[in-house]
């Protein structure tokens, strides 16, 4: 029987799926006469969610099955599950008001209850996908990715139905192997019921696969909800220039997942991509990269990019990307502003540059404010997100002092109006150098469920530990009540009220003895 795959991504937010997209113009390009179909569950009304993937399914009568899941995590200081998580866990741990602390509790449980409903309801529409399939095809194979299931692979491979290989990271080569009827088992997967995950799969090198631009007349042809995503002017598209990060950021999963090597896609074939969407009405993209311009190294490699947008025209589009800005020239922030970049994130996650060491993520903070300032001078006039978590690994009432000095410059060089504090707590992930620490620390003990979102592990999870734990708690509540649609802005303005600031010089310096990292950078 011919192959034909049906890509089922989960219900998420309305981001553009980009990693169904690609894993299915991959596999055109490699096998052109397998049938696909991509079905978007993100475009579809919740109390229809059955209904439609039983209507594709009996439509499509597919032999493969791939269910993208991309969302599972919800620490983060925004609305969501039941309304802003953070919130309601502050409030139910550090607030002193009884009667908040029971507001706290109840939107804990409303956030509990849209979680564990969200977790049930995937894995009802897997079950319920493959049972359907098999109606047409009973030797139907289920494929589940994506990047919730490459953070909780293992956990998820308890709820999953015997018989799902649970891909991590990339598919692209897995799905080749499949497809050829070869054995798979050497990338990174494992199949629910007859093989394990081998230890620290997560953290093995990705298959290199060349990448070319993504052909999007035969994505339009496979995907009826394509459209959906290019009614609204201010949408932003993803595409991807590079894959991979060579950081070893102690709480970040991105180097994990795709892998340290950084791999490029040829500006040509990038900007080909980007033709095709623009050529489709698309002015808004999002480059997906982990970060833009993870080292100097590719620095070369966004000059040409950038370049060659210009060459090609398209001189009334807006771009947004993750940016290490460290890594900027002045060459380079002009080609920016050029292009129409209109919004970048930074995550430096402290103003201080000693804790910035400490957590092993290579940003001067010095040359950061540089390369800013030549920004500035290159006419850019748009939003700044700038993500800090505080609390982190030895953090002190003087290195908040120095993050203070250090936002109030940013905001010096761009306008307090254009320099957005994203408040976030770390948000302790699987497989990361942060939990090994935390293990070493006693924090958390191996063989916890991540998952759990019990209020003893998410007080854990969150990552704001005493002895600064419940002066964070306060001074969020604090900022809750007194303006909480500026949340950022007003957890910077009471901090600085609270405890001063520092001079600039002391946040930009480090002292060069560091004894108490030793235990967090010797992890392997």
């Known amino acids: 029987m011919a192959n034909r795959i049906l890509?089922?991504?989960?219900?998420?937010?309305?981001?553009?799926p980009i990693g169904v997209v690609y894993l299915a113009d991959h596999v055109h390009k490699v096998f052109p006469t397998v049938e696909q179909r991509i079905f978007d569950l993100g475009t579809v009304p919740p109390l229809d969610y059955a209904s439609a993937l039983d209507a594709c399914i009996d439509e499509f009568r597919p032999t493969l099955l791939i269910f993208s899941w991309r969302d599972i995590?919800?620490?983060?200081?925004?609305?969501?599950r039941g309304g802003n998580p953070l919130q309601h866990t502050f409030e139910f741990f550090y607030a002193r008001n009884p009667l908040v602390k029971l507001r706290g509790a109840l939107g804990l449980l409303r956030v509990a209850k849209g979680y564990y409903g969200e977790l049930w309801r995937n894995l009802g529409l897997i079950k319920r996908g493959m049972k359907r399939a098999k109606r047409y095809n009973p030797d139907v194979c289920s494929v589940v990715g994506g990047g919730a299931v490459?953070?909780?692979y293992e956990q998820l491979g308890k709820s999953l139905p015997a018989g799902t290989i649970i891909s991590v990271g990339e598919g692209e080569a897995l799905l080749e192997k499949l497809l050829q009827g070869k054995n798979f088992l050497d990338e990174r997967c494992y199949i629910v019921g007859q093989t394990k995950p081998r230890d620290r799969m997560i953290h093995e090198t990705p298959t290199p696969i060349e990448k070319t631009a993504c052909n999007y007349d035969y994505i339009e042809a496979i995907w009826p909800e394509f459209d959906y995503y290019l009614q609204a002017q201010d949408f932003y598209v993803g595409v991807q220039t590079k894959r991979g990060c060579p950081h070893n950021c102690c709480y970040?999963?991105?180097t994990v997942i795709e892998g340290k090597q950084v791999r490029v896609n040829p500006a040509d074939e990038v900007v080909a991509e980007m033709r095709q969407l623009y050529d489709r009405g698309v002015r808004n993209f999002w480059f997906t990269d982990?970060?833009?311009i993870p080292a100097r190294k590719y620095m070369d490699d966004v000059v040409e990019l950038l370049q060659k947008i210009l060459d090609a025209g398209m001189d009334d589009i807006h771009w947004a990307a993750y940016i290490r800005a460290d890594n900027l020239t002045p060459e380079m922030c002009d080609l920016m502003v050029?292009?129409?970049?209109?919004?970048?994130?930074?995550?430096i996650t402290s103003g201080s540059q000693e804790l910035v060491r400490k957590m092993r993520m290579g940003y001067n903070l010095r040359t950061v404010l540089q390369n800013c300032q030549d920004l500035k001078a290159a006419g850019f006039?748009?939003?700044?997100?700038v993500n800090y978590s505080f609390n982190v690994i030895d953090e002190t009432f003087d290195t908040i002092r120095q993050t203070i000095a250090y936002h109030r410059e940013l905001e010096h060089i761009f306008g307090a109006d254009k320099v957005e504090p994203a408040i976030f707590f770390i948000g302790l992930q699987p497989h990361t150098h942060l939990e090994k620490y935390a293990f070493d620390q006693n924090i958390l003990k191996p063989g916890y469920d991540p998952m759990n979102i019990t209020p003893w592990t998410v007080n854990k999870l969150l990552w704001n530990p005493e002895p600064l734990g419940s002066f964070f708690g306060e001074v969020c509540l604090q900022a809750w009540r007194?303006?909480?649609n500026d949340f950022g802005r007003e957890v910077m303005n009471i901090l600085e009220q609270r405890l001063g600031r520092a001079d600039l010089e002391e946040a930009l310096s480090a002292p060069i003895a560091e004894p108490k990292a030793r235990e967090l950078t010797a992890v392997s």
């Open 482 to 484: 007194q303006n909480p």
């Open 7 to 16: 890509y089922v991504r989960l219900p998420c937010n309305p981001i553009f």
């Open 73 to 80: 995590q919800i620490y983060a200081p925004v609305g969501g």
């Open 150 to 152: 490459s953070v909780f």
């Open 338 to 347: 050029r292009t129409g970049m209109n919004y970048f994130e930074i995550g």
């Open 252 to 254: 970040c999963i991105y």
């Open 381 to 385: 006039n748009d939003l700044v997100s």
């Open 290 to 292: 982990a970060q833009l």
